[in-house]
Nanobody
Framework: VQLQAFGGGLVQAGGSLRLSCVASGRAFRSYTVAWFRQAPGKEREFVAANTWSGSTYYADSMKGRFTIARDSTKNTAYLQMNNLKPEDTAIYYC????????????????WGQGTLVTVSS
């Protein structure tokens, strides 16, 4: 499975962006898909996950602002981000196939290249 993330950019605080993660390979639909982010000088942190059964999970600071979704017909996962804040500035990575059994643990089998989101105040 190969993942390609795109959709990042520069946005003002309060604005929205939608990130996309396009996957190759049929196995994508059977994997948990997640988004992580990494800000400069910080560790990679969990953002959201979507399991193969459709369950969704979010980090507390993203609840109510971010929405993860998946279109299996297009082998694509999305992260809709609303009401963005300057502290959301980071490189966002999509990942597939949780290896730890814990969706928030950044131990995934496949990673995209990351897409930069910059939120100005």
């Amino acid at each position: 499975v190969q993942l390609q993330a795109f959709g990042g950019g520069l946005v003002q605080a309060g604005g929205s962006l939608r990130l996309s993660c396009v996957a190759s390979g049929r196995a994508f639909r059977s994997y948990t898909v997640a988004w992580f982010r990494q800000a400069p000088g910080k560790e990679r942190e969990f953002v959201a996950a979507n399991t193969w059964s459709g369950s969704t999970y979010y980090a507390d600071s993203m609840k109510g602002r971010f929405t993860i979704a998946r279109d299996s017909t297009k082998n694509t996962a999305y992260l809709q981000m609303n009401n963005l804040k300057p502290e959301d500035t980071a490189i966002y990575y999509c990942a597939a196939q949780s290896l730890s059994g814990s969706y928030s643990n950044p131990t995934y089998g496949y990673w995209g290249q990351g897409t930069l989101v910059t939120v100005s105040s």
